[in-house]
């Protein structure tokens, strides 16, 4: 009992709490996303139901956190000056 009682209880607790922190440091980087991926060009052939034609669209495609990203760059139906309102981008292939 001599060995306890040369421990102030204060010193204890607080190695607990640096030691759950650190716990917690580990855990979240662990949950960090490594599934990310820089923005790289794709293109696709999709149905365009405004115009009722397939279209031939290039896309800026990237993954953050988990989730697809993209900006359509250009398609085969959409002319000069005209915008696109880029439904297409998350239709199925």
Known sequence: MDV???????VVF???IALVLT????????MRD????????????L???SRRSTAR??????VKTG????SVQQCSLRGTGESCDESC?????
């Open 4 to 10: 306890l009682a040369a421990y102030d209880p204060y």
């Open 14 to 16: 607080s190695l607990c």
């Open 23 to 30: 716990l917690c440091l580990v855990v979240l980087f662990r």
């Open 34 to 45: 490594t599934s990310s991926v820089p923005p790289h060009p794709v293109s696709r052939t």
């Open 47 to 49: 149905w365009c139901a």
């Open 57 to 62: 669209v290039d896309f800026m495609e990237w």
């Open 67 to 70: 989730m697809v990203h993209r």
């Open 89 to 93: 981008r998350y239709s199925s292939d």
